[in-house]
């Protein structure tokens, strides 16, 4: 099993949430979250003053799948969430050792 993080924009959460459970996927998270990469931040006046945003908002997307999956739902998430414009976001992929649903206690990949 992997875990798939992205850091995606806001404005194509729901492109994303319809693109991955087209595919199957059935569980994901969307956290809002502010961070910083390559775009640096941005200068902006408010009430007259200058000020430098360092922190950009972004939705972070989180789902556990079988390794069999991963290429697929990279490959929908990438297409999903481009704009080709600066600050579209990264894709992270993670080993899961273990996974538990607790209300059953199933183990392994039949918790997906």
Known sequence: MK?????????????????LDSIGVEGMSFTEIKGCGRQKGYTETYRGARMTIHLRPKIKVETVV??????????????????GEIGDGKIFITP?????????????SRVL
């Open 3 to 19: 875990k798939i993080e992205a850091f995606i924009r806001h404005e194509k959460v729901e492109e994303v949430r319809d693109a």
């Open 66 to 83: 079988d390794d069999a999956a991963v290429d697929k739902v990279v490959a929908t998430l990438y297409e999903a969430a481009k704009t």
């Open 96 to 108: 899961v050792e273990f996974a538990m649903r607790i209300r059953t206690g199933e183990t392994g």
